[in-house]
T-cell receptor, first 111, second 117 residues
Framework: TQLLEQSPQFLSIQEGENLTVYCNSS?????LQWYRQEPGEGPVLLVT?????EVKKLKRLTFQFGDARKDSSLHITAAQPGDTGLYLC???????????FGTGTRLTVIP | DTEVTQTPKHLVMGMTNKKSLKCEQH?????MYWYKQKAKKPPELMFV???????INESVPSRFSPECPNSSLLNLHLHALQPEDSALYLC????????????????FGPGTRLTVL
């Protein structure tokens, strides 16, 4: 069962533009991670959010966890070609020894 | 050491071959995972080991056989695979235990690109 839906599925933008990726669910999560994956490599953990309403910033990336801990967003300011990749959200539930991965957003930033 | 290593990087095998994928971590993590990832799709969970015991098997065919020899190593033995098993196989680890399960931050290896002919 796919618990986390990401939108958009694909996104192609010009360098310097801003974008937002959404991760939505009807389930509550104890924490939510965002990963970025480049072709042929494993996903790399970007951030973990754990508190409803929490906002975390990582340089040009801003992550927000929804108040009800059911959804999250990733905002990138002034996108760079190096931001290109597959962005995955993943939710953890208390006591569960696995992550529920989102459907993924493939971002291409054109120089 | 915050790295998860996987070998080999690439593997091509026939449907009658037997091969093994290997994964290693030295972060003291007590949970380790195998995922299968098809092109342009998110990773699909296959197996979870917690404290060296198999805790989750996501209805994976028996031609995939996991093994956890110790807390740092995880193997995936392959036998009589099908062409549709061709994919990127990812290993991951996480802290595990009651505290780690709240966050379950997973650290992934670079993967093994498997091609079954």
């Amino acid at each position: 069962t796919q618990l986390l839906e990401q939108s958009p599925q694909f996104l192609s933008i010009q360098e310097g533009e801003n974008l937002t990726v959404y991760c939505n669910s009807s389930s509550v999560f104890s924490s939510l991670q965002w990963y970025r994956q480049e072709p042929g490599e494993g996903p790399v953990l970007l951030v973990t959010v754990v508190t409803g309403g929490e906002v975390k910033k990582l340089k040009r990336l801003t992550f927000q966890f929804g108040d009800a801990r059911k959804d999250s967003s990733l905002h990138i300011t002034a996108a760079q070609p190096g931001d290109t990749g597959l962005y995955l959200c993943a939710g953890a539930q208390t006591g569960a020894n696995n992550l529920f991965f989102g459907t993924g957003t493939r971002l291409t930033v054109i120089p | 050491d915050t790295e998860v290593t996987q070998t080999p990087k690439h593997l091509v095998m026939g449907m009658t071959n037997k091969k093994s994928l290997k994964c290693e971590q030295h972060m003291g993590h007590r949970a380790m995972y195998w995922y299968k990832q098809k092109a342009k799709k998110p990773p699909e969970l296959m197996f979870v080991y917690s404290y060296e015991k198999l805790s989750i098997n996501e209805s994976v065919p028996s031609r995939f056989s996991p093994e956890c020899p110790n807390s740092s190593l995880l193997n995936l033995h392959l036998h009589a695979l099908q062409p549709e098993d061709s994919a990127l196989y990812l290993c991951a680890s996480s802290q595990g235990g009651s505290g780690g399960l709240i966050y379950n931050e997973q650290f992934f290896g670079p993967g093994t690109r498997l091609t079954v002919l």
